[in-house]
C-alpha cells in the first residue's frame, strides 16, 4: 500500500478508483460539487453558499499534521473517470472508535461509488478502529443503504446540525465492529 508524504494517509485502490489525500489541486472540483445545494444539505458541515476561502479551509484542516479527521477524495482518473467523483472521511474518536462520513457528487449517484468507497474505507480500517459509527440525516434514505449494504447495523435515531440548512435534522445512527 501506499502513503501520501503530505499527509501519511494511505492511497487505498479500488476497481474504479483511488481514495487518496485531498490536495490543493482539488479545489476547483471541491468548490463545483462541495458548492451545490444537494451535497451541502445532505452533510452536517458544508455550509450553502459556500462562502469565500471555505474550500482552501478545508483542504488546510485535511493536510494538517495535528488533525482529528483523515479526508480522501473518491478519484476515477486511474479507471477514465472524474478525478474527483466525491469525498470521504474518517474522523478519530475515543475507545478505538472512527465515525465515517462520505458525500459523492450528484453526478455520480445511483452509481455504487459510495458503497465502494465505504467498503474500501472499512476493509482498509486506517486508525485500526474497533468500531466504526455513521449518521445520515433520515431525508437521505440513499446513505442509509449505503451504510445497510456495506454492513453497518442501525442504532437509533439521533440529530444533529447542518450547517447548509442552518437547523438541527433527525438522523440515523449505524455501527459497525470490526474487532
Known sequence: MM???????????????ALRPVRASDAGLL???GGDERVARGTTS???????????????????????????????????QGELLGVIGVERMDRAQSEIGYWVAPAFWNSGIASEAVEAMVAANPHRAKTLFASVFQDNPASARVLTHTGFEYIGDAEAFSVARNATVPTWTYIKRLG
Open 3 to 17: 502513503f501520501d508524504t503530505t499527509t501519511g494517509q494511505p492511497v487505498i485502490e479500488t476497481e474504479r478508483f
Open 31 to 33: 468548490q463545483l460539487y
Open 46 to 80: 458544508i455550509p450553502h453558499p459556500l462562502p469565500p476561502g471555505a474550500v482552501e479551509a478545508f483542504i488546510a484542516r485535511a493536510q494538517a499534521p495535528d488533525r482529528s479527521e483523515d479526508v480522501w477524495v473518491i478519484d476515477g482518473t486511474a479507471a477514465g
